[in-house]
C-alpha cells in the first residue's frame, strides 16, 4: 500500500516539474508587445458632466380663486333648477346624407354651380378627394348641420348640438370659399 503511495506522489512532482518547465517559455511574446503598444497609446479624454440649473417650484398663487373651467358658482346654482326648455331636437330617423360623416373641418368648399329654376348649387370636397353637390336643405357635418343658404362665397348651415344639461341648442355655422369653417 505504501508503494502505491508513493508512486502517487512520485507521479505527482514529476507532473508538476513538467508543467512548470513548459510555462516558463517566451509563449505569450506577442501579447506582452501588445500590452506594451496599448499603454504607450495616449489616453482618451472623457469631457465632465454638464452642470444642470437646480429646479425651481413654482408656487400657485391664484389657489383660492375659482378654476378656470368652472362656471361661477352663482350660475352653477340656477343650472341645477333650470330644466331644459328648448323643444330643438335632432331627427334621428332621418336617413344620414354623405357629408353627415364628415366634420366641418375636413369638408371644403370648392365653388358654385347654377342649377335649373336659378338655384345655386355649392360644390363641397371631403378629405378624402371626393366633390359633392349641395343645396339648401341638405345636412352635412358630424353635429346634424342643415344647410339654410348657398351663395357665390359662402355656405350657411345650422348645427343641433347638445347643450350639456339634457337638452339640445341650434347653432349657426359657415363654411367659407376660402376654405374655412366659421360659428
Known amino acids: 500500500m505504501s508503494l502505491k503511495l508513493s508512486f502517487k506522489s512520485l507521479s505527482c ?5 513538467v508543467l512548470t518547465a513548459c510555462s516558463q517559455g517566451s509563449g505569450f511574446s506577442d501579447l506582452d508587445q501588445f500590452m506594451e503598444e496599448t499603454r504607450a497609446k495616449p489616453r482618451g479624454f472623457v469631457e465632465p458632466l454638464p452642470e444642470f440649473k437646480s429646479y425651481e417650484a413654482f408656487t400657485y398663487s391664484a389657489a383660492d380663486r375659482r378654476a378656470p373651467f368652472e362656471p361661477p358658482v352663482d350660475v352653477q346654482l340656477t343650472m341645477m333648477d333650470e330644466q331644459p326648455t328648448s323643444n330643438v ?14 366634420g366641418l373641418k375636413q369638408l371644403t368648399m370648392v365653388g358654385t354651380l347654377s342649377g335649373q ?6 360644390l363641397i370636397r371631403d378629405d378624402t378627394g371626393g366633390i359633392h353637390r349641395v343645396k339648401t336643405g341638405n345636412y352635412m357635418g358630424e353635429n346634424y348641420g342643415r344647410i339654410i343658404g348657398v351663395n357665390e362665397t359662402r355656405v ?10 339634457g337638452g ?4 349657426p355655422r359657415s363654411l367659407t370659399l376660402d376654405g374655412e369653417a366659421e360659428g
Not at 329654376?117 to 355649392?122: F, G, M
Not at 350657411?156 to 344639461?165: A, H, S
Not at 339640445?168 to 347653432?171: F, L, N, T
Request: glycine share 2%; aromatic share 8%.
Open 13 to 17: 512532482v514529476c507532473l508538476v516539474s
Open 89 to 102: 331636437e335632432p331627427d334621428l330617423d332621418r336617413p344620414k346624407e354623405v357629408l353627415e360623416n364628415f
Open 117 to 122: 329654376s336659378d338655384s345655386l348649387y355649392a
Open 156 to 165: 350657411e348651415l345650422i348645427e343641433i348640438v347638445p347643450n350639456g344639461r
Open 168 to 171: 339640445w341648442v341650434e347653432r
